[in-house]
C-alpha cells in the first residue's frame, strides 16, 4: 500500500547538506557573530551591577576625580543614598531598555524588510557601540553621573541594537529552508549564548580595573564587529547567482508539506490554499509585508504572547543572575560573572537538542511543551540550591537547558517558519516583520518583568522571585495549548496512517 506523501518523512538534513555551500558557513558565522557581539554588550551591564551600584552611593567613592567646578555637576556620584535605591534604579534602566527594545523591534522589522538588511545591521551595531562606550566609559572618565543622560543613552541603545534580531533572522531565513531548520536554527540561536559567555567572560577579565573598562572592552569589539558585516555579509542567495531559497524547497516539497507545526492546519479548508497575503499575481516582485497583515498570520499571536512570558523568564536570569549570585551567597562579582555561564551553557544545549527532536518530529509545540514542563521543576530546584558553586553550576545548567532552548526556538526557528509560510510564499520580506512582532511582544513581556523583578525582591524576596517565574513559564504553556493539542493530534493521526499503510 503506498503511503501518503505528508507521511513519507525523510532526514530532516539530507537538503540542507546538498545545498550547503561556502557562501552559507560564512553567512551563518556572521550573523551568529554579529549577534552576539550585540548580546555581549548587553550582558557587561548585568555583569558589573555590584560595582555600579558602588559608585553610585556614598560607600565608595572616587578619589581621583579632577577638581572640576561646580562640584555637584561634575565630582558627585552619590546619586543615592543607599545600595537600595540604587539596585531599583539598575532594574529600572533594565526596564527602560527592554521597552525601547520593544518598540524598536516593530520597527526594524519593517525598516529590515524595505531596505538593506547588511545596511540596517552594521549601522544598529556601530552606533550601540557607541552608545555604550559613552554609556558605561565616558561617563565614567569624566566622572560626570547623571540619572537622565543615563536613562536617554539606555532609550537609545535599546533602539539601536532592536535592528539586530529581525535582521540576522532575516537573513539566515534567506539561506536556510525548513530542511533541518529546527536543528540548524537550534544552533545558530546559541549566538545570544555565546554572547553573554563572551560579555561575562571581558567584563570578569578587566573588573579588576573599572568596570568603565569592561563597557571599553565590549563596545570596541562590537563596533569592529559592525564594519566586518557591512563589508563582509551577503543577504540572500542571488547576490552570488545561487538561485532563490523558494526555487530549492520545490523541490523538497514533500517534506515541507509534513513540517508545518506553526499554521493554521493541515485540515484546513482547500478553499484557503488559494488566499495569499502577496498579491504576486501581478507583480514578479515580491513586496513587503504589512504589520498588521503579518499579526494576522496563522500561530504570530499565540507564538508572540507565549514568547512574551518565556523571555520574562530568560531575560531575568540574563540581567540578574550574577547580582542574585552575589547579593544571595555572598560570591565575588567576579565569580559569579563566571559562573552565571553555565545558564547560557545549558541554553545553547536545550535549543540544539530541541531543535534536533522538532525536525524529527516534524513539529515544534510537543517539543516546546515537555522542556517547559521541565522547566518549571528545575526552576523550583534552583530557588533551593545551597550554597555551593559546583551544585549551583549544575542546576543552573539544567535551568537553563529547559528554559533557554525553548527560548531559542521561538526567537529563530519557529519565526523563520512563522515568516515563510505558504501565506506569504514567495516574499522573503516577510520574516524581519514577523521577527520583529514575536520578539518584539516578548520583549515588552521582559521589560515589565525586570522592573516587576526588583520590586518582588525588595518586598518579598528572591524565594517569591522564583514563585513568579514558575507561573510565567505556565502562562507560556497555557498560550500555546491551542498548538500543542492540534501538533499532538497530527501526530497521532500520522501514527495511524503509517500504520495502516504497513
Same mark, same amino acid.
Given at each position: ?22 557562501h552559507?558557513?560564512? *553567512?551563518?558565522?556572521?550573523t551568529? %557573530? ?32 579632577p577638581e ?6 561634575w ?5 543615592f543614598?543607599?545600595?537600595e535605591e ?8 533594565d ?5 525601547s527594545?520593544? *518598540? ?9 524588510d ?16 557607541l552608545?555604550v562606550?559613552s554609556?558605561g ?6 566622572h ?10 539606555w532609550?537609545v541603545?535599546g533602539?539601536?541594537?532592536s535592528t ?15 530542511a533541518?531548520?529546527?536543528?540548524v536554527?537550534?544552533?545558530?540561536s ?10 561575562a567572560?571581558l567584563?570578569?577579565?578587566v ?15 562590537? %563596533?569592529?564587529?559592525?564594519v566586518?558585516?557591512f563589508f563582509?555579509?551577503?543577504? &540572500?542567495?542571488?547576490?552570488v ?20 507545526p506553526?499554521?493554521?492546519s ?9 488566499? &495569499?497575503?502577496?498579491?504576486t ?9 504589512g ?12 507564538y508572540s ?17 550574577? !547580582?542574585?549570585?552575589?547579593?544571595n ?10 559562573l552565571?555561564i553555565?545558564?547560557?551553557v545549558?541554553?545553547i ?6 531543535g534536533l527532536?522538532?525536525d524529527?518530529?516534524?513539529?515544534? #509545540?510537543?517539543?516546546l ?11 523550583f ?10 551544585i549551583?553550576a549544575?542546576?543552573m545548567?539544567?535551568?537553563?537547558f ?9 526567537s529563530?526557528a ?17 520574516l ?13 513581556? #521582559? ?12 518586598n518579598?524576596g ?16 497555557? !498560550?500555546i ?15 495511524r ?6
Open positions: 500500500m503506498a503511503m501518503p506523501g505528508s507521511l513519507r518523512r525523510q532526514p530532516a538534513n539530507r537538503g540542507l547538506v546538498s545545498h550547503c555551500t561556502h552559507h558557513i560564512v *553567512v551563518f558565522l556572521l551568529f %557573530f554579529s549577534y552576539s557581539l550585540l548580546h555581549a554588550s548587553r550582558k557587561t551591564f548585568s555583569n558589573v551591577k555590584v560595582s555600579i551600584s558602588s559608585q553610585w552611593t556614598p560607600y565608595c567613592l572616587n578619589s581621583t576625580a572640576l567646578q561646580p562640584y555637584e555637576l565630582n558627585s556620584s552619590h546619586l543614598p543607599n545600595a540604587a539596585t531599583l534604579f539598575l532594574g529600572t534602566l526596564t527602560i531598555f527592554l521597552f527594545y520593544a *518598540v524598536g523591534l516593530f520597527v526594524s522589522g519593517i525598516v529590515g524595505r531596505l538593506n538588511l547588511r545596511w540596517v545591521l552594521s549601522f544598529g551595531m556601530c552606533s550601540s557601540a552608545v562606550f554609556f566609559t565616558l561617563t565614567e572618565w569624566l560626570f553621573y547623571n540619572k537622565w543622560l543615563y536613562c536617554c543613552l532609550v541603545n533602539l539601536l541594537q539586530g534580531w529581525p535582521c540576522v533572522v532575516a537573513v539566515m531565513g534567506n539561506w536556510f529552508g525548513k533541518g531548520r529546527g536543528f536554527f537550534g544552533l545558530w546559541a549566538c545570544a549564548s555565546v554572547g553573554n559567555i563572551l560579555g567572560f567584563a570578569s577579565c573588573l579588576k580595573y573599572g568596570y568603565e573598562y569592561a563597557f571599553l572592552v565590549t563596545a570596541s569589539v562590537q %563596533f569592529a564587529g559592525g566586518i558585516v563582509g555579509l551577503l543577504t &540572500s542567495p542571488k547576490e547567482g545561487l538561485p532563490e531559497l523558494g526555487a530549492d524547497e520545490d523541490e523538497v516539497s514533500v517534506e515541507e508539506d509534513a513540517n508545518r506553526l499554521m493554521g493541515d485540515d484546513v479548508d482547500d478553499d484557503d490554499q488559494n488566499y &495569499s497575503i502577496q498579491a499575481d501581478n507583480d514578479n516582485q515580491p513586496k513587503a509585508i504589520f498588521f497583515q503579518a499579526c494576522c498570520l496563522p500561530g504570530v499571536v499565540l504572547l507565549a514568547y512574551a512570558c518565556l523571555k520574562l523568564v530568560n531575560y531575568s536570569f540574563f540581567f540578574w543572575l550574577p !547580582f542574585y549570585l552575589s547579593n551567597f555572598g560570591w565575588k562579582e567576579a565569580e559569579a560573572d563566571q552565571s553555565w545558564y547560557d545549558g541554553g544545549i536545550g535549543g540544539t537538542i530541541q527532536i522538532s524529527v518530529l516534524q513539529k515544534r #509545540a510537543p517539543v511543551a515537555v522542556s517547559l514542563l521541565f522547566a518549571v521543576g528545575s526552576l530546584g534552583y530557588s533551593r540550591s545551597p550554597n555551593s558553586k559546583p549551583n549544575v542546576i545548567a539544567i535551568t537553563g529547559f528554559i533557554g532552548g525553548p527560548s531559542n526556538m521561538i529563530s519557529i519565526s523563520a517558519d512563522l515568516g515563510r509560510q505558504d501565506l506569504v510564499k514567495g516574499s522573503s520580506e516577510a524581519a516583520t514577523v521577527t520583529g512582532i514575536v520578539d518584539g511582544t516578548g520583549s515588552i513581556g #521582559a521589560a515589565v518583568g525586570q522592573y516587576l523583578v526588583s520590586l518582588i525582591q525588595e518579598l528572591w524565594m517569591w522571585v522564583f514563585y513568579f517565574f514558575i507561573l510565567m513559564t505556565s502562562s507560556t504553556i497555557l !498560550f495549548s491551542p498548538l500543542i493539542v492540534r501538533e499532538i493530534r497530527l501526530l497521532l493521526h500520522e501514527r496512517l503509517r500504520m495502516l499503510a504497513e
